[in-house]
């Protein structure tokens, strides 16, 4: 059953190809929740969108559209589920949709379970996503498990709407960072060893760097490499961490591999064949102004080593033509002014710059006991992925990362995430889950549902839910063209309130079979979305609680 929102997209588009205006001049068609329920459940401004263009009064523009979508609506033999299409305030186009519509999206999920839930969004497409990536000479902070709670999601919910996706680490194993986690070891293997040693500032100040200088010392290590095997050390806790985390890679992508490959000056070839390279004060250029960015930018520097952009071009025509058609990066804020000379350079390789999608996820801030606690990279003082996750368990972690759009600066509160009451979001929300289960256990034989008491459903409170599981598609929709999986946190939320508002409210187990049968259905189907998003987001759908 495709989502009834691109069906009423197509006969709104439909209806526009009747007002004569040239395709360029139409606006995008945008679909979207009435913010009060008594205006429908779904809305449109095109008109108003229209209303300067054609010249005519929005409310006009509206009655014209309508004409149009009633007719493609019939053709296709769907006004059967649409009660009503008002206009109404401004020029609003509001669909009215009828109860048997939300009737028939429940028996295809009862009848089907969570693949009726499936959207076909993607078509296919192959895409790759890279998160995390962070330099493997420390412990994984809060900073990178948001980026890693954000990435695994959206990887999931892309997979989910037809998207064929594959996950990568970036892997810089080699440069400056980590000669410098090398000597640090190294210098802090010779003050275990009793040597009077001056440690720079500028070096790793971290604990981790004693914890790992000492295994050496007590396993009395010879190591021809302090560099290779911190690294190595490292490298193996972040892959531990993220499994513990519920994040797994397709590909871990090692830069050292890259450059040892030769794909940089194959990709540097290319440019200069092109025109986008050039020498100048005996460094190379790529004119990455000729895409839009405000100023060129350095790829060799004069002493003839790469800058951090030269790798990153090689990388990214490799990601290309590994056969990825879309490209999604998840970035910290201190990356942002990076975008635009990388996407130059897929430009210059013939790629449309807005299939390289880089995405910018906030930090977090910690909170405990009502106050943010205090962090300091330099020092090595900061909240790790590992201790967020000894505290508050993997489930609760990943739920409040994803709480918060990634643009937006997210406060993660320690407390709230441990309590079992509801208000811990994640809690609430498993708890609608565990509460489903419980009934249906004891409903027994009772739970199989015969179709025809469905009909049953008329009282306000079932109908609001009915309306609420139907809006998973739509909500699924919203993370693919945003790119962001936190609405999902909301729709869940969302979507137990209005479990727990008619289940207090009404008896689901009782003496008229008819009735039990159709609000077991109804429940039961709300437990499949729930189970669905829960695991969509990476959180367990626990049956008791």
């Not at 979207?32 to 005519?56: M, Q, V, W, Y």
């Not at 969570?114 to 000479?137: C, D, M």
């Not at 410098?180 to 060893?193: A, F, V």
């Not at 306000?460 to 993370?479: D, G, M, P, R």
Request: proline residues 3%; contains cysteine; hydrophobic residues 40%.
């Amino acid at each position: 059953m495709e989502p009834i929102q691109d069906h009423l997209t197509a006969a709104i588009n439909q209806s526009l190809k009747k007002l004569g205006l040239k395709k360029e001049e139409l606006p995008e068609v945008i679909l979207d929740f009435p913010t009060d329920p008594r205006f429908g459940e779904l809305s449109t401004n095109i008109a108003l969108k229209l209303a300067k263009i054609i010249k005519k009064s929005p409310v006009e523009v509206a009655k014209e559209i309508i004409s149009g979508i009633k007719s493609s609506l019939k053709k296709h033999k769907l006004d059967k589920f649409i009660e009503d299409i008002r206009v109404e305030g401004a020029g609003f186009i509001n669909f009215y949709l009828h109860n048997d519509f939300f009737l028939e999206y429940l028996k295809l999920i009862l009848t089907k379970g969570y693949p009726a839930l499936k959207v076909n969004y993607g078509k296919g497409r192959k895409v790759l996503i890279e998160f995390v990536s962070a330099n493997p000479t420390g412990a994984l902070s809060v900073a990178h498990a948001r980026q890693a709670a954000v990435g695994d999601c959206l990887s999931n919910v892309l997979e989910f709407s037809g998207f064929k996706v594959k996950r990568e680490y970036y892997l810089n194993d080699e440069g400056n960072q980590i000669n410098i986690l090398g000597r640090s070891i190294e210098l802090r293997l010779k003050e275990l060893n009793g040597e009077n040693i001056e440690f720079p500032e500028d070096y790793y100040q971290g604990d981790y760097i004693t914890d790992i200088a000492r295994i050496i010392k007590d396993k009395h290590l010879e190591i021809k490499d302090f560099s290779e095997f911190g690294k190595d050390h490292i490298l193996g806790i972040i892959k531990q961490e993220l499994a513990d985390f519920g994040v797994k890679f397709d590909y871990w992508y090692s830069q050292r591999s890259l450059r040892e490959s030769g794909k940089i000056e194959k990709a540097f070839l290319v440019l200069r064949e092109k025109g986008y390279l050039y020498e100048q004060d005996g460094a190379v250029w790529f004119k990455s102004t000729v895409f839009g960015d405000d100023k060129d930018r350095v790829v060799v520097k004069s002493d003839r080593s790469f800058t951090y952009l030269a790798p990153d071009i090689a990388y990214h025509r490799d990601k290309y033509r590994r056969g990825f058609e879309l490209l999604i990066n998840l970035w910290g804020p201190d990356h942002h002014g990076y975008i635009n000379r990388l996407k130059a350079s897929c430009a210059a390789f013939g790629k449309d710059p807005a299939s390289l999608s880089i995405i910018i996820v906030q930090l977090a801030t910690i909170f405990r006991g009502g106050k943010p606690v205090q962090m300091s990279t330099r020092r090595g003082e900061f909240i790790t992925l590992r201790e967020v996750l000894d505290e508050v368990g993997s489930d609760a972690a990943r739920f409040f990362f994803l709480m918060r759009r990634t643009s937006s600066h997210l406060d993660f509160d320690l407390e709230i995430a441990k309590k079992q009451t509801s208000e811990n979001p994640v809690y609430y929300v498993q708890y609608a889950h565990a509460r489903i289960c419980s009934i249906l256990r004891s409903a027994g034989k009772r739970a199989k549902i015969k179709s025809s008491s469905l009909l049953l459903l008329k009282e306000a409170e079932e109908i609001s839910l009915l309306k609420k599981l139907w809006q998973f598609s739509y909500i699924l929709n919203v993370c693919v063209l945003t790119q962001d999986p936190f609405m999902l946190t909301v729709y869940l939320q969302e979507l137990a309130e209005h479990f727990h508002k008619f289940y207090d409210l009404h008896r689901v187990l009782s003496d008229d079979d008819a009735l039990t049968e159709a609000r077991l259905g109804l429940i039961n189907g709300a437990r499949i979305v729930l189970s669905t998003g829960l695991k969509l987001l990476g959180v367990s759908s626990p049956e008791k609680m």
